[in-house]
């Protein structure tokens, strides 16, 4: 199901012919897990609506290749994967959030901040009117992740309710920017 590969292909009368396939990687541990195969196929029907034809697409192919094998060794939690690989792939399609300061005043951070998951943007305890609270540490793991080299972004750290925040808080914006549903992720929630 979710075999990576690298394909010999040719073209064919206006079509395309396989003519070799030699499997790299093929995730079989994921196999183990329900849950973990379902997020997987979250991942997968996220890349199918995002990521761009006939373009370059090797940033999305590394983020889903990190995430599927970080999720298939349980080397990261399930939650810091999933909410990296939903701001990622929606900043690479250019949904970053703006996340850099109150976009009313300007301010950097405080304890708490609000988090507008219709458009991305953050706001201060004194201009934050509507959005999600959230402690000012899931602000600095949403910057961490949409701002650090893509190399490092699933190194940090957050304590359960924190990382249960910002789990949530990644799922929301996700499902506001592209306005639909995602059978993949009921199925994951149902588990």
Do not use: W
């Not at 994921?30 to 609506?49: M, S």
């Not at 201060?124 to 992740?145: D, H, L, Q, T």
């Amino acid at each position: 199901l979710f075999a990576f590969s690298d394909l010999g292909i040719k073209e064919s009368r206006g079509s395309y012919i396989i003519e070799a396939a030699k499997p790299k990687e093929v995730f079989f541990n994921l196999r183990n897990d329900v849950k973990k195969i379902a997020l997987a196929q979250y991942f997968a029907e996220l890349c199918e609506t995002l990521a761009p034809e006939k373009e370059n697409t090797e940033e999305y192919l590394k983020l889903i290749l990190n995430s599927l094998m970080l999720l298939m060794n349980d080397k990261r939690d399930e939650k810091i994967i999933k909410s990296v690989f939903e701001l990622s792939i929606l900043s690479l399609s250019g949904y970053m959030p703006n996340i850099i300061a109150c976009d009313e005043c300007g301010k950097y951070e405080d304890e708490f901040m609000f988090f507008d998951t219709s458009n991305g943007n953050i706001f201060c305890e004194n201009c934050g009117k509507f959005g999600m609270k959230v402690p000012v540490s899931v602000i600095s793991a949403v910057r961490y992740i949409v701002l650090s080299d893509r190399q490092k972004i699933f190194n940090f750290n957050l304590n359960e309710t924190n990382l249960n925040t910002l789990s949530d808080l990644t799922e929301k914006y996700t499902l506001s920017v592209l306005q639909r549903r995602f059978k993949t992720l009921d199925f994951y929630h149902v588990l």
